[in-house]
């Protein structure tokens, strides 16, 4: 499974960006899909996941509210809709794949594949 992350870019505080992961792999939903994040001189952290069919979701605590992760099966595509946004947002986002979670996991240990990230910066 390849998976090809997009949509990161510069952004002021209180804007939105939406993040995309597209997966080469035809069987796309018989996976949970996973975005993390890490800062420069900071550990990797999770984010949100979504389950193989898309109906159960899980955030971090501190992008509750804000994030919202969605998944298109016929475009075997994963998305995160990331709203106002603040400079603690900003860190290289990446996506995963896991394929022994179907209900969606914050470990990123679970996760079988990743992409190789999209940058976000949201200036003050």
């Known amino acids: 499974v390849q998976l090809q992350a997009s949509g990161g870019g510069l952004v002021q505080a209180g804007g939105s960006l939406r993040l995309s992961c597209e997966a080469s792999?035809?069987?796309?939903?018989?996976?949970?899909m996973g975005w993390f994040r890490q800062a420069p001189g900071k550990e990797r952290e999770f984010v949100s996941s979504?389950?193989?069919?898309?109906?159960?979701?899980f955030y971090a605590d501190s992008v509750k509210g804000r994030f919202t992760i969605s998944r298109d099966g016929p475009r075997n595509t994963v998305y995160l809709q990331m709203n106002s946004l603040r400079p603690e947002d900003t860190a290289k986002y990446l996506c995963?794949?896991?394929?022994?979670?179907?209900?969606?996991?914050?470990?990123?240990?679970?996760?079988?594949?990743w992409g190789q990230g999209t940058l976000v910066t949201v200036s003050s």
């Open positions: 995963a794949a896991s394929r022994r979670y179907y209900s969606g996991t914050d470990d990123s240990e679970n996760y079988d594949y």
């Open positions: 979504i389950d193989w069919n898309g109906r159960r979701t």
């Open positions: 792999e035809v069987t796309f939903s018989r996976y949970s």
